[in-house]
């Protein structure tokens, strides 16, 4: 047996059930076979044992009292990854899906992603159980402060540094910012990224993740001799990422024809009206089906038996943008007969990996999540530089920092494929490009 399969099988051994966290060790082992072939000295070190494990790994009760003054209690978590190269970096996740093994995925994936943006970053993911929808402000914040209350013994702007992610937006992050500084009694305005822009935020972060991934999906399609402009596009989800992902789609051109939410999607043949989508989602926190009935001419189709109808639809650029596995192989099946030439991950590990390879086999250009998903994180780490000099940048000033980091990321990735001749297998290429940085900052550290 070789290397990587011992590890494969202490791995499914040890974390048996954790579904999500396998999947996403897997998928990293699998693409980074030549470089571990090349190197037969990361046996006897254990480093692939080493970089597959948290380095911590904290879970906590979260009490909290709801409007009718009944006690609620929650699980509460702080995956922190690997610090070899940075104070550990990664979102807060408030859903109900939440568990050890998508922490445990969520916080692998993002020590790669983290060390693909060139910045200072190690990675760490968090989050709850808890579920925002359907709570009162009063609610979610006694929930943000009762969390904080364990979590800020964790944190700090050296050490672990949250931001939002699903279910957690800059009304929750102001709320578990203010429980922090009650509790330290100081202002450490770098604990905490995606802070409102009147307490140390940063321009451009709302839209970061979502303008990131079309920076690189423009790079990659550039490079492979095509263009946004004129394009028909799918983006799944209808939160911050799609939504900045379908704006910066149509600034580019392309026509955005399909967005989704957990109930089903809506198909506008014009084109989606961003501005109503907008008021639906962010102001009035609505559901995407009320597009259908302010918009003309728009059809929506309700998801059943866990479907995902937008796959369905036909288009030349898919874009999800929603969750983890949202892609299976029957989704991409669909979407390859349906002529789809490229698939932008906008989500973390939206596609999983039988869909993966039916796309790279089918000659699909696939951005895999960890890089082109990234300028979310690396907006971040500039919201943190911000903090750290106590100025603020414009908002074209940081939007251009965000287009070099994620052109480089591009670079990185298809430098690494080519090194390895792996085409257009930009997967593997993110894989191989972030691996070889985190490995060798962990082997100049030492065995710790």
Request: aromatic fraction near 8%; charge should be negative.
């Amino acid at each position: 047996m070789n290397y990587l399969d011992i590890v494969l099988e202490r791995l499914n051994k040890q974390n048996a059930n954790q579904h999500e966290y396998i999947q996403a060790v897997q998928e990293v082992l699998d693409s980074i076979k030549p470089v571990i072939n090349a190197h037969p000295e990361f046996e006897k070190s254990a480093l692939l044992e080493r970089i597959i494990e948290p380095e911590r790994l904290i879970s906590f009760r979260v009490c909290w009292v709801d409007d009718s003054g009944q006690v609620q209690v929650n699980k509460g978590y702080r995956v922190q990854f690997n610090g070899c190269i940075g104070p550990y970096k990664g979102g807060l996740r408030f859903h109900p899906s939440v568990n050890e093994s998508i922490m445990k995925f969520l916080g692998f994936e993002q020590v790669f992603k983290n060390a693909l943006t060139g910045l200072p970053i190690g990675g760490a993911k968090g989050g709850s159980d808890f579920d925002p929808k359907g709570k009162s402000d009063a609610e979610i914040m006694r929930f943000c402060q009762s969390f904080m209350n364990e979590l800020y013994r964790h944190i700090g702007q050296d050490i672990d540094v949250p931001a939002g992610d699903i279910g957690v937006g800059e009304r929750e992050i102001g709320y578990l910012f203010g429980q922090f500084r009650k509790i330290k009694n100081a202002y450490e305005a770098g604990v905490l990224t995606g802070k409102g822009l009147v307490y140390g935020g940063s321009l451009a972060r709302k839209e970061a993740t979502g303008y990131g991934l079309l920076y690189f999906m423009r790079e990659m399609l550039k490079a492979n001799n095509m263009e946004l402009a004129g394009k028909t596009v799918l983006v799944s989800g209808s939160g911050n990422v799609a939504i900045y992902a379908c704006e910066k789609a149509q600034h580019y051109g392309a026509k955005v024809v399909a967005m989704s939410d957990s109930n089903g999607c809506i198909y506008d043949p014009n084109g989606i009206n961003l501005d109503v989508i907008k008021q639906i989602k962010e102001v009035e926190r609505g559901r995407i089906k009320e597009y259908a009935s302010r918009v003309n001419g728009v059809t929506y189709i309700e998801s059943q038996n866990e479907q995902h109808p937008i796959w369905q639809i036909k288009a030349d650029i898919a874009l999800p943008c929603a969750t983890q596995n949202e892609i299976n192989l029957e989704d991409a099946k669909i979407l390859v007969a349906n002529g789809v030439k490229a698939i932008g991950e906008g989500a973390n590990m939206p596609t999983n990996i039988e869909a993966i390879n039916y796309f790279l086999e089918n000659g699909v250009l696939l951005a895999p999540a960890k890089a082109a998903n990234a300028g979310g994180v690396a907006t971040s780490a500039l919201e943190m530089s911000q903090n750290s000099m106590r100025l603020s940048w414009t908002f074209e000033e940081v939007d251009k920092k965000l287009d070099r980091i994620m052109t480089n990321i591009f670079e990185s990735c298809q430098n690494a494929a080519r090194e390895y001749s792996l085409g257009t297998n930009y997967v593997a290429g993110a894989n191989i490009a972030a691996f070889e940085k985190v490995s060798k900052a962990m082997i100049a550290q030492g065995i710790i």
